[in-house]
């Protein structure tokens, strides 16, 4: 090997390691060498031979069509795109050599290239890595920045995941009742109001448990506890998916039915969920018995009320089940009963004759007035509104009973 050829392989080994993307030109406008970053983008097979201008487009400046005119750009700033990834911009410098400098002959041309803004996507792409970089080009700076930024952010967007989750888990822990696993007063009330203001059709079913002080106070918290986790399983059992029940007080509940626009299928649930709880409650060698009083009212008949007149509805209504002799339902109704009822109906849904009239106020029925209990269906004086504010009647209250 001469003098001349070891001293160009130790300039192009040179080359290698501090422009690993540079590219050799030859005087006719072909590829006789270039870095090993370049050549893992381009493939060397594809790059040497090829002409220059086959591979890179030059987008500034332009109108540069062979190799006399790359020549006339010595020592110029260079902006090119690949070919074969046009969506990859580069910039470099082009130098031409000497005659016996390196080169075949005079008009050898060395362009010197590094990726702009796009290094990210190539690293990404191309499987880079600082190796593939030379010690001093700033882009394995940015990498490490970027990469740094990349760590920071991914922590970030897991510690607001976690933020958000715990959010999510004290949102629902505060709208949701411990010891049942059903939906509190709390949630229960935003629920209902906003079925009041969008005006949509809805029941509204107000439950007491009967006899659930006496299973408490006889048996302790422990069996009560038993009691309200069996009887809130017992209702989800009875009602749709989409339905919502509540518990709003110590033994009381409330269920929301969106879309129920009939006496018939509020009569049909409010059965189902008196059946439901009158079964016995196992609790070990002990069994306890309660049963349930409901009350119901639908959207319909409270046009333009608020949220706490609908639900004061279902709780006057309530009361007539109570003075009605407890485990039954009754249907309270603003407006005159719906035609679509036969006559002589029961409340209860289970066929039972009502002869009596209609309960008008609900401190007569705890009063004990039983005659006027008869009815199936309770319904407001004209001056009902002053009427219930004056016994002091709140729907919304809790109660023991």
Do not use: W
Not at 358 to 371: H, N, W
Request: with cysteine.
């Amino acid at each position: 090997m001469s003098g001349a050829d070891a001293m160009m392989r130790a300039q192009a080994a040179m080359l290698d390691r501090f422009c690993p993307m540079h590219v050799v030109i030859g005087p006719t406008g072909r590829v006789t060498g270039g870095g090993p970053t370049l050549a893992r983008i381009v493939a060397p097979g594809a790059m040497i031979g090829a002409r220059f201008l086959d591979l890179f487009e030059l987008t500034r400046p332009r109108a540069v069509q062979d190799a006399a005119a790359l020549r006339a750009l010595d020592g110029a700033r260079l902006r090119l795109r690949l070919r074969a990834h046009p969506r990859y911009a580069l910039k470099g410098q082009i130098c031409v050599l000497p005659p016996g400098d390196g080169g075949d002959g005079a008009g050898t041309m060395v362009v010197n290239l590094a990726f702009g803004i796009p290094v990210v996507d190539a690293v990404r792409e191309f499987g880079l890595s600082g190796a593939d970089f030379a010690v001093t080009d700033l882009a394995t700076e940015m990498l490490y920045l970027l990469e740094a930024k990349t760590m920071a952010m991914e922590e970030s967007r897991r510690l607001t995941r976690r933020l958000e989750d715990a959010r999510r888990a004290a949102q629902e822990q505060a709208l949701t009742d411990t010891l049942t696993g059903l939906r509190n007063r709390r949630a229960f009330d935003a629920l209902l109001a906003r079925a009041v203001e969008e005006r949509g059709a809805f029941a509204l079913l107000h439950l007491d448990l009967d006899f659930f002080k006496q299973v408490n106070d006889a048996h302790g918290h422990a069996a009560g506890d038993l009691v309200l986790r069996v009887a809130a399983r017992r209702m989800l059992s009875v009602v749709r998916g989409h339905d919502v029940v509540a518990r709003v007080g110590g033994d009381e509940f409330a269920v929301l039915l969106p879309g129920v626009d009939s006496t018939g299928a509020v009569d049909t649930v409010a059965g189902r969920l008196v059946a439901a709880l009158e079964q016995p409650v196992s609790g070990g060698a002990q069994s306890f018995r309660i049963s349930a009083s409901v009350g119901a009212t639908l959207s319909r008949d409270h046009p333009g009320r608020t949220a706490d007149e609908v639900m004061d509805a279902a709780d006057r209504a309530l009361y007539a089940a109570k003075a009605a002799g407890r485990g039954c339902h009754r249907r309270h109704g603003a407006q005159e009963a719906d035609p679509a009822m036969p006559a002589g109906t029961g409340a209860d849904g289970g066929g039972t004759a009502t002869a009596g009239p209609a309960v008008r106020d609900p401190e007569t029925a705890r009063d004990g007035g039983g005659a006027a209990m008869a009815g199936a269906e309770v319904r407001d004086p004209p001056d009902a509104g002053s009427a219930r504010q004056a016994a002091g009647v709140q729907g919304v209250a809790m109660r023991s009973r």
